[in-house]
């Protein structure tokens, strides 16, 4: 009995059948190869996406304000000839090995003309080959480490000369104190032109990060710590920028602007944000926002310094505090500089800003105080009148 089925296992008609399976799925001759002409129209298909989607990161600095490649001045200019340097040195090192292997490929294929596909030799290590291949890239990134390192420390250590300016983070948006003049402003950071500006960075809650790409990389700022950053615009203008690190719901609407004014113009700025708003009157437009600001719950959080030291309203910078309304109207930003949104004027924004800061922000330590339209409507006349 045993014997029957073992022959039937080795020459019945079970075994032939598998022998016919194995033959005709031999990996050879298993599928043939698309025609040429496919393979190169999918290969050019390949190619054009991937040169449109690297395209995208050079699009104009209008539409796409966080780009590194537009750098405004010599840090992130620094940075930017690092990038190119590694770059290129990677472009060449890429082109080497695609064209060594391709040479190897077409030189060394299996032509087996005629007879049967043969076992090229095995080799099993070559100790000439591996100490090549580790000592090139060695050396290659000696090379890319020698102006890195340099730059990392270069781009934080700031000069004697820089102007200091505080940056300090909240959630959700960054609060600027100028130590000299000892002026509080927030969401827009004014420089002047042509300086270097030192950054002095600290975080009132969790940790945050600074990045303004067309004039420096990003810099953490850790509570209880201090980071410096070096900022330089070579030509007056805006520059957009944004906390780059996730610090809570409204992350992602915590930006910053920083706009940079001709040294004139800049000492001009300071000084009028060096001076106190003016009290308003009973008879003053601006009264009944007056009222407003200091009867529904804005003076618990929001510093206003005006011409009468008695009636002005001091929260310290320790304390847990929003924006100083001082010279709230000099600002083009607010909210964390993530309003006026485009085609939206200041004043309606501040409407939906004033009705309901949550809907806003999501997260907003300003609540929605349920003020009137009225009340918003006064507000806001207040508000713009403190140039
Ligand atoms: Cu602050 Cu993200």
Same mark, same amino acid.
């Given at each position: 009995?045993?014997?029957?089925?073992r022959?039937e296992?080795?020459?019945?008609?079970?075994?032939?059948? @598998?022998?016919? $399976?194995?033959?005709?799925?031999?990996?050879?001759?298993?599928?043939?190869?698309?025609?040429?002409r496919?393979?190169?129209?999918?290969?050019?298909a390949?190619a054009?996406?991937?040169?449109?989607?690297?395209?995208?990161?050079?699009? *104009?600095?209008? *539409?796409?304000p966080?780009?590194?490649f537009?750098?405004?001045?010599?840090?992130?200019?620094e940075?930017?000839? %690092?990038?190119?340097?590694?770059?290129?040195?990677?472009? $060449?090192?890429?082109?080497? $090995?695609?064209?060594?292997?391709? =040479?190897?490929?077409?030189?060394?294929?299996?032509?087996?003309?005629?007879?049967e596909?043969?076992?090229?030799?095995?080799?099993?290590? !070559? +100790?000439? %080959?591996? =100490?090549?291949?580790?000592?090139?890239?060695?050396?290659?990134?000696?090379?890319?480490?020698?102006?890195?390192?340099? !730059?990392i420390?270069? %781009?934080?250590?700031?000069?004697?000369?820089?102007?200091?300016?505080?940056?300090?983070?909240?959630?959700?948006?960054?609060?600027?104190?100028?130590?000299e003049?000892?002026?509080?402003?927030?969401n827009?950071?004014?420089? +002047?032109?042509?300086?270097?500006?030192?950054?002095?960075?600290?975080? #009132?809650d $969790?940790?945050?990060?600074?990045?303004?790409?067309?004039?420096?990389?990003?810099?953490?700022? =850790?509570?209880?710590?201090?980071?410096?950053?070096?900022?330089?615009?070579?030509?007056?203008?805006?520059?957009?920028?944004?906390?780059?690190?996730?610090c809570?719901? !409204?992350?992602?609407?915590? /930006?910053? /602007?920083?706009?940079?004014?001709? +040294?004139?113009?800049?000492?001009?700025?300071? @000084?009028?944000?060096?001076?106190?708003?003016?009290?308003?009157?009973?008879?003053?437009?601006?009264?009944?926002?007056?009222?407003?600001?200091?009867? /529904?719950?804005?003076v618990?959080?929001?510093?206003?310094?005006?011409?009468?030291?008695?009636?002005?309203?001091?929260?310290?910078?320790? @304390?847990?505090?929003?924006?100083?309304?001082?010279?709230?109207?000099? /600002?083009?930003?607010?909210?964390?500089?993530?309003l +006026?949104?485009e085609?939206?004027?200041?004043?309606? @924004?501040?409407?939906?800003?004033?009705a309901?800061?949550? !809907?806003?922000?999501?997260g907003?330590?300003?609540?929605?105080?349920?003020l009137?339209?009225? *009340?918003? #409507?006064?507000?806001?006349?207040?508000? *713009?009148?403190?140039e």
């Open positions: 009995m045993e014997g029957v089925r022959a296992l080795t020459d019945g008609p079970r075994a032939q059948r @598998a022998k016919l $399976v194995a033959t005709s799925q031999r990996p050879y001759d298993a599928v043939p190869m698309a025609p040429f496919r393979r190169v129209t999918r290969l050019a390949l054009g996406t991937a040169a449109l989607l690297s395209a995208c990161a050079f699009i *104009e600095v209008d *539409e796409n966080l780009t590194t537009e750098p405004a001045g010599p840090f992130a200019e940075i930017d000839s %690092l990038f190119w340097l590694v770059f290129w040195i990677a472009t $060449v090192v890429f082109a080497l $090995v695609m064209l060594g292997l391709v =040479v190897i490929l077409v030189l060394f294929r299996d032509r087996h003309r005629g007879g596909p043969k076992e090229p030799r095995q080799l099993h290590g !070559s +100790p000439k %080959l591996e =100490v090549l291949w580790t000592v090139i890239p060695a050396l290659i990134l000696a090379v890319i480490a020698v102006p890195t390192v340099s !730059s420390f270069d %781009l934080t250590e700031c000069g004697p000369d820089a102007i200091e300016i505080e940056v300090i983070g909240h959630q959700w948006w960054f609060e600027y104190h100028y130590p003049a000892d002026v509080y402003t927030a827009v950071m004014v420089i +002047p032109a042509g300086q270097e500006v030192c950054a002095v960075m600290t975080s #009132d $969790v940790i945050h990060n600074f990045w303004i790409p067309a004039l420096n990389g990003k810099r953490y700022l =850790v509570p209880g710590q201090t980071t410096n950053l070096r900022l330089q615009a070579d030509e007056p203008g805006e520059y957009w920028g944004h906390c780059a690190e996730f809570g719901l !409204s992350h992602s609407l915590m /930006r910053a /602007r920083v706009q940079a004014l001709s +040294p004139a113009d800049y000492e001009g700025w300071l @000084a009028a944000q060096q001076e106190p708003s003016i009290l308003p009157a009973e008879a003053d437009p601006g009264y009944e926002g007056y009222q407003v600001y200091l009867n /529904r719950r804005c618990q959080c929001h510093t206003m310094r005006f011409d009468d030291a008695e009636a002005s309203v001091l929260i310290p910078p320790e @304390a847990f505090n929003g924006p100083e309304l001082t010279h709230f109207a000099s /600002r083009n930003v607010f909210a964390g500089a993530t +006026p949104e085609g939206e004027t200041h004043e309606e @924004a501040l409407k939906r800003w004033l309901d800061p949550p !809907s806003v922000k999501p907003s330590f300003m609540p929605d105080l349920g009137t339209e009225a *009340e918003i #409507d006064a507000l806001i006349v207040w508000l *713009e009148s403190n």
